[in-house]
């Protein structure tokens, strides 16, 4: 479909002939409207700052590639954050941890180190003003979409991703601890 007919094409050419069919694309296998759009809109962006479709044979070809690497990465994150919710929620609801009896010798400095790094986490979040604060835990801990996070706290979304960078920010430097 993108040949070289679109070989001279600007990225605003490219985005209104290519939005509607990415946007089927992307809403078929994610099945989310809402999610499939933030897919698109970032598949564009990464699009336009790595790429010149008028240097391209096959602009939409490569915006295709973009994505569906965004949809796998989305399923990826989710089913991690699935397996980290399901393992919390194992280890801090009665009885729920006789299953895990082979992992009760884990490494206590390990364990201590875990707990150290939870806490400092927990002080962080803590000191974030409360909407910054919200609007990380409702999309990194409930899993929702900045759509849906704007939904519900009624902040515009162009705001809900200034939040989540001013959060992100705050907890980068943990990471090195």
């Known amino acids: 479909m993108a040949d070289k007919s679109q070989a001279g094409r600007t990225l605003e050419d490219l985005f209104r002939l290519q939005r509607r069919p990415l946007l089927r694309f992307v809403t078929a296998r994610v099945g989310n409207e809402t999610e499939a759009e933030e897919i698109v809109q970032e598949a564009f962006i990464r699009f336009q700052s790595r790429y010149d479709p008028a240097a391209m044979a096959s602009p939409a070809a490569l915006l295709a ?15 991690a954050r699935a397996q980290r919710e399901d393992a919390w929620g194992k280890a801090h609801t009665a009885g729920a941890g006789d299953g895990l009896a082979p992992f009760a010798t884990l490494d206590p400095a390990r364990e201590l180190d875990a707990k150290q790094q939870v806490a400092a986490a927990m002080a962080v979040l803590d000191a974030l003003p409360d909407k910054t604060r919200t609007v ?19 902040i515009p979304k162009s705001t809900i991703e200034k939040h989540m960078i001013r959060a992100i920010r705050a907890l980068a430097h943990l990471r090195g601890t």
């Not at 590639?65 to 089913?79: C, G, P, S, T």
Request: glycine share 6%; hydrophobic share 40%; charged share 30%.
């Open 136 to 154: 990380f835990l409702l999309h990194r801990f409930e899993g929702l979409s900045h759509a849906e996070v704007s939904e519900r706290t009624g």
């Open 65 to 79: 590639r973009i994505a569906a690497n965004l949809v796998i990465d989305r399923a990826r994150e989710k089913n």
